[in-house]
T-cell receptor, first 114, second 112 residues
Framework: AQKITQTQPGMFVQEKEAVTLDCTYDTSDPSYGLFWYKQPSSGEMIFLIYQGSYDQQNATEGRYSLNFQKARKSANLVISASQLGDSAMYFCAMMPAGNEKLTFGTGTRLTIIP | SQTIHQWPATLVQPVGSPLSLECTVEGTSNPNLYWYRQAAGRGLQLLFYSVGIGQISSEVPQNLSASRPQDRQFILSSKKLLLSDSGFYLC???????????FGSGTQLSVL
């Protein structure tokens, strides 16, 4: 069974600073995908970034980057130059290859302080 | 890209009443479809997923059921709601393995 752990229930970060949201996972599958989603107060789930387990380079999407450390089973999200609009819940998720289930972590509530 | 239509946005139902939440997908064919539930301030719990018409996999024993009568239609139902069924229900759709999930806007269900 897969398990996603997000150890930071809440974080407060000053505007324009970089922030790292932690995510560790546990799986016995050799091939899997890792995802990060943002959920603002409106409730919608917004896809941010994807990392494949066999990707050689860390994924980047604009201000978002994924610090993927496969040996440590870690997939931390880094947001550079944080903005007030980044305040939201952030979820890490994983899907093993050949398994159609996307398992989510419990989330981190990020609050950006002006 | 895909568009997920989910309704209603909010729903208040008495205990013991039936439930039917509908989700339809545009912009793709033969997607994998999912129902997730999110308790207040919590993560997402997978309830059901479907890889094709009439194919439903249940993840959590409960008084909810799901059906997929058409390729791009996914329905969440209950014959008798419980207080514990309250939550935020999200429908999602996915294509291939490394494709992201597209989510609907969700239904906030309150069972009173």
């Amino acid at each position: 069974a897969q398990k996603i752990t997000q150890t930071q229930p809440g974080m407060f970060v000053q505007e324009k600073e970089a922030v790292t949201l932690d995510c560790t996972y546990d799986t016995s599958d050799p091939s899997y995908g890792l995802f990060w989603y943002k959920q603002p107060s409106s409730g919608e789930m917004i896809f941010l970034i994807y990392q494949g387990s066999y990707d050689q380079q860390n994924a980047t999407e604009g201000r978002y980057s994924l610090n993927f450390q496969k040996a440590r089973k870690s997939a931390n999200l880094v947001i550079s130059a944080s903005q007030l609009g980044d305040s939201a819940m952030y979820f890490c998720a994983m899907m093993p290859a050949g398994n159609e289930k996307l398992t989510f972590g419990t989330g981190t509530r990020l609050t950006i302080i002006p | 890209s895909q568009t997920i239509h989910q309704w209603p946005a909010t729903l208040v139902q008495p205990v013991g009443s039936p439930l039917s939440l509908e989700c339809t997908v545009e912009g793709t064919s033969n997607p994998n479809l999912y129902w997730y539930r999110q308790a207040a301030g919590r993560g997402l719990q997978l309830l059901f997923y479907s890889v094709g018409i009439g194919q439903i996999s249940s993840e959590v024993p409960q008084n909810l059921s799901a059906s997929r009568p058409q390729d791009r239609q996914f329905i969440l139902s209950s014959k008798k709601l419980l207080l514990s069924d309250s939550g935020f229900y999200l429908c999602a759709s996915k294509g291939g393995f490394n494709e992201k999930l597209f989510f609907g806007s969700g239904t906030q269900l309150s069972v009173l």
